[in-house]
């Protein structure tokens, strides 16, 4: 996705009272390893991890005697009712019918009947979709942890028609970002925003 849609997704789970708390990764040979709890408002509904060895994500739903599980089901309907974490399992589950299509598991016909078929569910709040969408902000923060720390020293921007919109395909220049400075970049390049506007807020 591109580093809108990554920003996005973060401000529309908080608008709808939602959080990513005790997020931590550290790199591996195999992966990152990593782990992050879904929250709603102070109330830790699923932490999923990964221990960096190659393997699957993992979900723990966090049950106790004060929070059944029928409530964490109920505020997952709730945070899988938000459209931008319909798009993230919906893009997932598209993937990795495009894997099957790649090795030819599935041909054309059939990847495009699954596609449509993906498009046209309601999605679930299901194990593995917890895990496609805790995974996702969770990389999603990680990238806005890093954009903030470049910010406090770099004007961070992005270049009209600029054909790779990845998360990380910016351009930085060193430099306080003001005003008269973002004017001064005007004049030399075509920009298309300036990644501190994104990042506002958040």
């Known amino acids: 996705?591109?580093?809108?849609?990554?920003?996005?997704?973060?401000?529309?789970v908080r608008a709808a009272g939602f959080n990513l708390v005790d997020s931590k990764s550290v790199g591996t040979d195999d992966g990152a390893c990593w782990e992050a709890t879904l929250a709603q408002g102070r109330t830790k509904l699923a932490r999923v991890?990964?221990?960096?060895?190659?393997?699957?994500?993992?979900?723990r739903f966090l049950e106790t005697q004060k929070l059944s599980i029928t409530v964490i089901r109920k505020a997952l309907n709730e945070f899988f009712a938000i459209p931008e974490v319909q798009d993230v399992v919906r893009q997932n589950l598209v993937e990795q019918k495009g894997y099957e299509l790649e090795y030819k598991h599935i041909d054309q016909e059939q990847f495009d009947a699954a596609k449509a078929e993906i498009d046209a569910k309601p999605v679930v709040a299901s194990e593995?979709?917890?895990?496609?969408?805790v995974s996702y902000p969770a990389d999603?923060?990680?990238?806005l942890k890093r954009v903030k720390r470049q910010l406090k020293t770099n004007i961070l921007f992005?270049?009209?028609?600029?054909?790779n919109d990845a998360a990380a395909s910016w351009y930085e220049v060193k430099a306080a970002d003001t005003p008269a400075n973002r004017a001064k970049l005007?004049?030399?390049?075509?920009?298309?925003?300036f990644i501190a506007d994104l990042?506002?807020?958040?």
């Open 49 to 59: 991890s990964n221990g960096g060895f190659g393997g699957p994500d993992e979900t």
């Open 140 to 143: 999603a923060h990680e990238l």
């Open 158 to 163: 992005k270049i009209e028609d600029q054909s």
């Open 128 to 133: 593995e979709a917890v895990e496609m969408t």
């Open 186 to 193: 005007r004049e030399r390049h075509k920009i298309d925003y």
């Open 1 to 12: 996705m591109s580093i809108k849609k990554d920003l996005n997704i973060i401000r529309a």
């Open 199 to 202: 990042v506002a807020g958040l």
